[in-house]
């Protein structure tokens, strides 16, 4: 990646029964708080 920054990225799943998200990385470089399913991009 350039500059060596740090990508975040959810994914969600749905199925006919249920929904599935998975995050992977943070909100920025000074925040480490993880993504997730309610994280606006």
């Known amino acids: ?3 060596k920054s740090k990508a975040a990225i959810v ?3 749905v199925d006919s029964s ?3 998200l998975s ?3 943070n909100v920025s470089k ?3 708080i993880p ?3 309610s ?3």
């Open 11 to 13: 994914i969600g799943f």
């Open 35 to 37: 993504v997730n399913g």
């Open 18 to 20: 249920e929904v599935k």
């Open 23 to 25: 995050g992977y990385g």
């Open 1 to 3: 990646m350039v500059n």
């Open 30 to 32: 000074d925040n480490n």
């Open 39 to 41: 994280t606006f991009f």
